[in-house]
């Protein structure tokens, strides 16, 4: 506890009181999560399973500590980032979180988020989960483009969004612990497709004198400019209506596909990436849907067997 003698000044008023926080793991990214609240002058004590880990943050100005119990003691706001939900339980079974603010940074479904929360309310802590979008060269730079995406206590979230606010960019996504992985993992599976359809791209021109560094320029337009047809995906599902306004019928898509499919054959190019969406698309047109566009496809995903 920080004590002052009569003669010595008091700090000014508008000096910043930085909250001081536990992090627990200092992987790829907790690290990085680290380095920007020690930059933003927090006080910051952090354990990592393979404690060599912490020494690069220890020279930086972090306390270690030896225990995760012992970094959990040693702030009121505790902040997460491990491997997996596994990774976090394992940890966690020797701490006592009681009175703390826990906020869990590791990626994990909405099952593993709400199964937090309700492990942190048994223990008298409030919990957030946290959803991180954003990779460690991005953390702790502004305009980098980084989000975080919160649900849980909106009390911890309005308590503590100063200090939550200095890695990336925050939203709050709702009162349900599950609702930050739900949307997070929702956006790292239309990333993954969106890989998919880049790799298929490349590998289309791969054996052609076609340079890739020119490609990838067209490349990156044109997924730009589809990019809005998650808006008009989402008022659709809004109103219920799939078909007005739709300039790309669905009728259209599965009359073009053989395109795709004869120009994989000829550049020898496998369409396991393709196949799986272009059966979609048959079906949801067997249905008697060729005048929809492709939101009736979510519809076909969603429907339960059985
Ligand atoms: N890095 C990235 O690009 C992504 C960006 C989006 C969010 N993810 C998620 O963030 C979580 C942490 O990822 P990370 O990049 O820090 O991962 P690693 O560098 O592999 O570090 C893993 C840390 O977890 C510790 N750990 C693993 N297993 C255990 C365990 N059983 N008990 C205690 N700690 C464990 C590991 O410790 P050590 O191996 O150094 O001893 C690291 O601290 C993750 O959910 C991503 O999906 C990152």
Known sequence: MESHSPSVAPPASDTPVRTPLALLGLGAMGSALARSWLAAGHPLTVWNRTPGRAEPLAAAGAAVADTAAEAVASA???????????????????????????????????????????????????????????????????????????????????????????????????????????????????????????SHAFALIRKEDVDPREFASLLTGWLTAMAPAAH????????????????????????????????????????????PYLALMERRLADGHGDEGNTGLIDLLTARKG
């Open 232 to 275: 008009r995906a989402a008022a659709q599902l809004h109103s219920g209506d799939y078909s007005s306004g739709v300039t790309s019928t669905l009728a259209m898509q599965v009359a073009g596909a053989p395109t795709l499919l004869r120009t994989a054959a000829e550049q020898g190019v496998s369409t396991e990436l393709l196949l």
């Open 76 to 198: 009121e706001l505790v902040v997460v980032c491990l491997l997996d939900h596994a990774s976090v339980g394992a940890t966690l079974a020797g701490v006592d979180p009681t009175g703390k603010d826990l906020v869990d940074l590791t990626t994990g479904t909405p099952a593993d988020a709400r199964a937090g929360a309700a492990w942190a309310a048994e223990h008298g802590a409030r919990f957030l989960a946290g959803g991180v979008l954003a990779v460690p060269p991005m953390i702790g730079v502004p305009g980098a483009g980084g989000r975080v995406l919160y649900s849980g206590s909106g009390e911890l979230f309005a308590a503590r969004r100063d200090t939550l606010a200095v890695p990336a960019a925050t939203r709050y996504v709702g009162a349900d612990p599950g609702f930050a992985a739900l949307q997070d993992v929702a956006l790292l599976s239309a990333m993954t497709s969106m890989f998919a359809g880049i």
